[in-house]
């Protein structure tokens, strides 16, 4: 019995360290263009002025609305880590993170950006897709980390060095697209509209674009990113039922 309970303890612990991969649809370069496209003209973000309290309280209708989705979803993965807690910090930087208990993260400053429900419940989708998917919290410090280094002026490393460094940002981007393909279902399945929420992704691409923001240091931004939210929403909308598809199992 003693013995079971010490095999149980050590799978568990196994468990939580492998993070749920997907076999996320391909997109070719005509989409990416497009998508680039589209975060060149849109206009630059402008801040609401909305109340605290309305801005929290769309945030926190969001996130009951997802917690609803969940089920099928995390069954569907083998997800043991689907519960989440929402809390809202006052920060002047606009960000959005999963922490390893499970809490996501948002800031008043980011919601300001947020035109539409289905904005906010995108980026919280995301985060709720990290924590589903098993992203561990070494993964998300290494992201912020990787995503300030972005705005280093100079420097130079040993080629070895320098190779480490790509092969653990092309992770790190892995595991953020992973989890944009997560939210699309979670999303679609708590009956938000993805063409509307794809939004986010050009705000925060416009943004952060902006040097004079510090926004979205945990998330890396790009044409590819648009692109491949499109080909998921597109086949949402062909079966709203469809489930993600994990790879390697
Ligand atoms: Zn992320």
Redesign the pocket.
Known sequence: MKKTGVIAAFLLLASQCAAIKYERPAFDRAETEAAAAAIEQAPMPVKSEAPVDELVAVADRAAQRLRDHTGPLCEAIGSETCGFALRIAGNEEANAFADEKGTIWITVALLRYLETEDEVAAMLA??IA?RMSGHDASAATA?RYYQAMRYTLGGSSPSSAASRQSASARHLIAL?AD?DYLAAFLLKRAGYDLTAAENVWITLAKVSNNKAASIMA??PLSAERLAAWRRVAAELDADPEALPRVAGN
């Open positions: 995301h985060e990290h992201a953020e989890a945990t998330h």
